[in-house]
């Protein structure tokens, strides 16, 4: 018979504000996720052609208590045991208006909160799925602020094995949209208009694949699409056709770069199972060449659920759960952390200032 006990069973509450999406689920550690719940913010920053963080903190404080009431009306649980909210990387104030609201409700109820990594939540974000990867693994964080190659030994155990040194891929997205007049949010507007491009007429170029080492540059991508736009504009060959077929260049250089540096990576560390993860995961493109790419390896490859992979709080429900579950828990006191390198994290462990 075996020495360890089994960990009891807990229900949390998981917060996200980290920026224009504000969403809440309930998940339990032993019967898994019974609800979640989101509003996004698309339609207020459209207008600006992107994020304005002071009324996105506003619109949180607005959205999240009717959220939190819809969330734990749909599961159903008549006792949360402890709270995680996003504690960074991310916009400060919407940081602290979900932060403010999950400590004080964690006073009031008396139980445990804990502050989640924002990007430790999208790369367990497929510990959800019905077929979880095992550890170890390498993943590929890519989003609208981030795109990361990282090593993961267990939960907690990140080795940064590449980063991006200027714009993130989902960054150089939106930039491009923008650029193309083709409205916000830019990357499902590029991706969608891309399906009717011609890919053989433009050939962008794949940054840094040439150069030993993982770290990734996209802004240089984005660069080349702005000139290639402004000379059919000088050609007078600014049509929607070319405005798909820069999208579809655009997109094969991005998917072919990150697919290039996954594979370098998963030869580096020897490993064969990749996770993808973060808002641009959704990609088909970038899927389908990372998806070849495994097959060829006869490796696995592992995504969230589209709608689980941009901002969700069932990602920081599990990734809270698993810290809690440690006997990991912070103080009454909270902060928030705009920035917050992913790889200073520790394994779980007992209670953390």
Not at 154 to 159: C, F, S
Not at 254 to 262: Q, S
């Amino acid at each position: 018979m075996s020495n360890q006990s089994t960990p009891p069973a807990i229900t949390v509450l998981g917060i996200e504000t980290s920026c224009d999406e504000t969403a809440v689920a309930v998940y339990h550690s032993q019967r898994g996720l019974l609800s979640h719940t989101l509003y996004s913010q698309v339609a207020l920053h459209a207008e600006f052609g992107g994020v304005v963080p002071e009324l996105a903190s506003r619109d949180h404080i607005r959205k999240l208590i009717p959220l939190i009431q819809q969330a734990l009306q749909q599961a159903d649980q008549p006792k949360i045991d402890a709270i995680a909210y996003t504690k960074g990387p991310g916009l400060i104030g919407a940081l602290l208006a979900g932060g403010a609201i999950a400590r004080s409700l964690a006073f009031a109820w008396d139980v445990p909160a804990i502050g989640v990594h924002h990007m430790e939540g999208h790369l367990l974000a497929p510990m959800l799925e019905p077929r979880p990867p095992a550890f170890p693994f390498i993943a590929l964080l890519v989003s609208g602020g981030h795109t990361m190659i990282i090593r993961v030994d267990g939960i907690g155990r990140y080795k940064l094995l590449g980063d991006t040194l200027d714009d993130a891929a989902g960054e150089a997205f939106d930039k491009t949209a923008k650029m193309l007049g083709l409205g916000y949010p830019g990357g499902p507007i590029v991706s969608k208009l891309a399906l009717q491009g011609d890919e053989t007429r433009y050939h962008f170029p794949r940054p840094m694949v040439d150069r030993p080492g993982l770290d990734m540059s996209f802004s240089g991508l984005k660069t080349f699409s702005l000139n290639t736009w402004q000379k059919a504009q000088q050609q007078g060959d600014d049509t929607d056709q070319t405005r798909a077929d820069i999208c579809r260049a655009f997109e094969l250089a991005v998917a072919d770069t990150l697919t290039i540096k996954c594979k370098r990576a998963l030869e580096q560390e020897g490993l064969n199972r990749l996770v993808v993860s973060g808002g641009v995961s959704a990609n088909r493109e970038i899927r389908y060449k990372l998806d070849q790419l495994m097959t060829k390896r006869k490796g696995q490859a592992f995504y969230p659920r589209l709608e689980f992979c941009t901002d969700n709080g069932a990602m920081i429900a599990y990734a809270g759960a698993q810290r809690l579950l440690a006997g990991e828990h912070n103080d009454l006191d909270f902060a928030a952390k705009a920035r917050w390198p992913l790889d200073s994290l520790h394994p779980p462990c007992h209670s953390q200032p």
